[in-house]
């Protein structure tokens, strides 16, 4: 990992404890503790889509797996929420290997397409399998985590927990990028075959990367379904998948701080506009589509590319009329 | 001596386009044999072939007495045949030095868990990678390019970006397709110097490139091939004075001994 | 009801919503063949279709035949918009970027509906609603089944004729052809992609008119009309058309007989589940090539 990386990290490590501290207010306690929640989908997102330019539109479907895993485990079966983690990862990842399997083997839109009909498939089994998943209504009475006697349950000890979790996977991806795999990765990216000619077993590396990102998926989901104690599949539309493109290509796709980044904008700002409620799809459509088509480097990225050719332009014309001056 | 790539009979069809047939030679160690012929003779599908990027549609290969007509691109990668390509194909989106580092893939071992951990086992063999492409980098003359992107440097300078990372493989045999097209005379006499060092290193070359200067300069034994067929074999002074091979060339200005501007 | 008339009677549903997926299907078609793009858009056009037609119609009591045919026309304008607005843009877009952007002009069309009819369901009187169901048995044939089909087949005629006997039909078949041999005999490359884009809507808009009689509409009906016209264009052959109205017949009869006879649960899940068989097992669909390098590139 380079220095600037390191400091990047040590701030947003920073950041991340000050914050509820100075933001006391449980309400956007809530709402960065989803943050968390959703940044481990975009940071797996992420690695998936931006460095191994393998697309999903159905990783809601691993988020949903992850919440009713451990959702029923812990109610039906009375099972520690501990377990239902594990499960709700085991069986994410294990899902995500059994689709990813034969669905990586495609390319572009049918990838796409592929992982788009088995988002609504799963979509659906929740909807419809209703002896265990408790249909379109979905359950509640979901416990919280709990470590020894000392339980998670308040917002204030539940957002540690959760931002300590986002942290180390943070971290862990960052050092997965800059290393031998992460560079497998990434020339999946810029040419297969190229990738294939130098020994990189293309389409073991990105089954690989697709499970860990199905993992962290379910264990998003697992973490979203002891917080907010109920669950409905309605949280788990292709909607949903699609939301979650949006914030990794409104933070940057070909960047990994771009998840992070993204994420905060997507889950933070609606909050704020009132018309969001109503209107969600229209604005994450529009936001989408003006992100792809103006700054398709992702926001942070994109608006600090134009600032610095705006810089740059403005010396080269403060050198221009000081040549002019001088002659 | 044993050949170190050998192909027996070699057939390819694109959908009943017949792009090779009965394509037969063997390739010793150590040696600079090129491959010539005109356009869409096939011979960058027989490189397709041999890494593994096309299955054959019959035929065999071997490589140190092994078959590797069935075994897909990384693993033939892995046996120690690298290449280059035609159209060159560079990872964009990785810095000049990564570009390099990824072809250390196939001698190295670190795997998820060693990466995401930084094990130390991990960080000694990224030393290692390091340094090792560094090495091809200043063997190519690109080592003050290194934190560059690609797409900044010239034509030529991502060929050579793609002959370091075929190198970095450690191969026994390299496959290099057309590497002095669209280059200068200058350029080109440098290309030739750096195929010939290759060599040195102990290094088999398998050469596509219809600048004929180059190949007669620099190859041992010529294969020439028309129409997806084998019409002469041999080295340089035997091909030339083939009856065949200038029957197909008459006409074609690459066999006129003559050096683009 | 006899199992004969139960069997008749899911056909007869069948393959009225088959004609509909073959239809998506058609639209799924004449963008790939111009362009090599998949639309994920498709369905929304089949949407606003169906939900200005009801607004025209319903509320602006336009006449039926007018209000077919201005419904048509606004939702071909929205389709050569989108491809003004998104499309045409992009300077060699990768095919991500594409996936993204059909993606966002999906949800943004969807939005849009939402925004302007809200969330409810929408009927439409049926084309003519005096008729009484035609029976057979105990089964009945509704007549909307006859309107479906005969301005199913009316569309393929019309493509047919635009395609074979027009010149800009054909210069769009030499574009789907070959791009750089049609743009050096003179085609306008980039006129074609934007037609295909408003020929594309029209089909759809023309679908979701015909549908919405039988099988309501509301404004988050697009995606899952997109993924099934999608599966039946794959199942069908990418790129044919033949294909695409055959499979659709076999989608939708699938659909239906299963919905009938299993469980009426999973009925969507029919469509999504042959795709993704037909992806893994046989990209080349039931009419086209087994050319894998083509679908796997
Ligand atoms: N993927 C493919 N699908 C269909 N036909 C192909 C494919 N690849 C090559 N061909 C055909 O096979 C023949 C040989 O092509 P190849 O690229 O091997 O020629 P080449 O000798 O390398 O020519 P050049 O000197 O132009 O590079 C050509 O007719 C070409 O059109
Ligand atoms: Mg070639």
Redesign the pocket.
Request: hydrophobic content about 30%; glycine content about 22%.
């Given at each position: 990992m380079g220095k600037k990386n390191l400091y990047a990290l040590a701030a947003l490590t920073g950041f991340i404890v000050v914050l509820p501290l100075v933001i006391g207010n449980p309400y956007y306690l809530g709402i960065f503790i989803f943050w968390g929640i959703y940044s481990l989908i975009t940071i797996g997102l992420s690695l998936l889509i931006g460095y191994t330019g393998q697309i999903s539109l159905g990783h809601a479907a691993f988020f949903g797996i992850g919440a009713y895993t451990s959702g029923i485990l812990s109610t039906r079966f009375g099972l520690s929420p501990w377990i239902g983690m594990i499960a709700a990862i085991f069986l994410a990842a294990g899902l995500a290997f059994v689709i990813g399997a034969p669905a990586l083997k495609l390319k572009g839109h049918y990838l796409a397409m592929a992982t788009l009909a088995f988002g609504e498939i799963i979509y659906i089994v929740f909807n419809q399998w209703i002896s265990l998943t408790g249909g379109p209504s979905g359950f509640g009475g979901i416990p919280a985590f709990s470590i020894g006697n000392f339980s998670l349950e308040s917002d204030f000890s539940y957002y540690y927990f959760v931002w300590g979790i986002v942290l180390f996977v943070f971290l862990a991806s960052i050092n997965l990028i800059h290393s031998r795999v992460g560079r497998a990765l990434r020339s999946i990216h810029g040419s297969e075959v190229a990738a294939r000619c130098m020994g990189v077993n293309t389409s073991g590396y990105k089954l690989k990367i697709f499970v860990f990102s199905g993992a962290l998926g379910g264990l998003a989901g697992s973490l979203y379904v002891h917080f907010v104690t109920f669950v409905s599949p309605g949280t788990f539309s292709v909607m949903f998948s699609i939301v979650l493109l949006t914030m990794v290509a409104v933070g940057g796709m070909t960047n990994i701080w771009g998840a992070i980044t993204g994420t905060a904008i997507l889950t933070i700002l609606p909050e704020y506009l009132r018309a969001f409620q109503d209107y969600d799809i229209l604005i994450y459509g529009a936001v989408l589509l003006g992100i792809m088509i103006f700054l398709p480097e992702g926001l942070v990225l994109g608006v600090f590319n134009i600032m610095r050719k705006k810089i740059i332009l403005r010396e080269v014309e403060e050198e221009k009329l000081k040549l002019k001056k001088s002659r | 001596m044993n050949p170190l790539l050998r192909i027996e009979d070699l057939r390819k069809e694109?959908g009943g386009?017949v792009?090779l047939e009965g394509v037969s030679f063997t390739v010793i160690p150590n040696i600079i044999k090129a491959i010539i012929?005109p356009?869409?003779?096939?011979?960058?599908?027989i490189f397709n072939i041999i890494s593994g990027i096309y299955s054959p549609s019959k035929g065999k290969i071997w490589f140190k007495e092994e078959r590797i007509d069935k075994l897909s691109s990384h693993l033939i990668a892995m046996r120690g045949i690298s290449r280059t390509f035609?159209n060159v194909q560079i990872f964009n989106n990785m810095t000049v030095l990564e570009n390099v580092m990824i072809g250390c893939h196939p001698w190295t071992r670190s795997g998820f868990f060693s990466c995401v951990f930084k094990t130390k086992g991990n960080y000694k063999e990224e030393k290692k990678i390091y340094s090792r492409a560094m090495e091809l980098l200043e063997f190519v003359g690109l080592a003050d390019k290194r934190s560059l992107f690609p797409s900044s440097l010239t034509f030529q300078q991502q060929r050579l970006i793609e002959i370091a990372r075929a190198l970095a493989t450690n191969p026994e045999l390299i496959l290099l397709d057309e590497p002095a097209a669209g280059l200068n005379a200058r350029e080109t006499i440098k290309i030739a110097e750096l195929i010939y060092r290759i060599k040195e290193e102990g290094i088999s070359i398998l050469l596509v490139e219809?600048d004929m200067d180059l190949v007669m300069d620099i190859s041992q034994e010529i294969i020439v091939l028309n129409s997806g067929r084998v019409i002469a074999e041999g080295n340089p002074r035997e091909v030339q004075n083939n009856e065949k091979v200038i029957a197909t060339y008459l006409g074609e200005k690459e066999f006129v001994k003559d050096k683009k501007p | 009801m006899s199992f004969f008339s139960q069997l008749l009677q899911y056909v007869f549903t069948g393959v009225a919503v088959g004609a509909i997926y073959g239809m998506v299907a058609l639209g799924f078609n004449i963008i790939y063949n111009a362009t090599g793009i998949i639309n994920l858009a498709q369905g929304e056009f089949v949407m606003l279709g169906g939900m200005v037609m009801i607004s025209l119609t319903t509320g602006l009591k336009v006449p039926m035949i007018l209000g077919f045919f201005i419904s048509v026309g606004i939702v071909t304008l929205i389709g050569a918009v989108i491809e003004r607005g998104a499309i045409h843009p992009l300077k060699n877009p990768s095919v991500m970027t594409l996936i993204i952007i059909t993606v966002a002009a999906s949800i943004l069309l969807k939005g849009g509906a939402m925004f302007i009819w809200g969330k409810q369901t929408y009927t439409l009187p049926a084309f003519s609603s005096s008729t009484k169901p035609i029976s057979f048995g105990e089964a009945s044939l509704n007549p909307q089944t006859i309107w479906i089909l005969g301005i199913m087949a009316a569309s393929m005629i019309v493509l047919a004729i635009f395609f074979n006997f027009t010149m800009t039909g054909k210069a769009m078949r030499a574009c789907a052809a070959n791009k750089l041999a049609a743009s050096l005999v003179g085609v306008n490359v980039k006129l074609m992609v934007l037609l295909s884009f408003a020929l594309s809507a029209a089909i759809g808009a023309v679908a979701g008119i015909i549908i919405t009689p039988v099988a309501l509409m509301d404004y988050d009906r697009g995606t899952m009309l997109a993924i099934k016209g999608f599966a039946t264009a794959v199942l069908g052959g990418l790129g044919s058309n033949i294909g695409a109205v055959i499979a659709g017949f076999i989608i939708g009869l699938m659909e239906s007989l299963g919905a009938g006879f299993i469980s009426s649960s999973y009925k969507d899940a029919i469509a999504l589940l042959v795709l993704l068989f037909v992806l893994f097992i046989r990209p080349g669909g039931i009419m086209g090539t087994t050319g894998e390098?083509k679908f796997k590139k």
């Open positions: - | 694109f386009i792009a012929g356009n869409g003779a096939g011979k960058t599908t035609q219809h | 390098e």
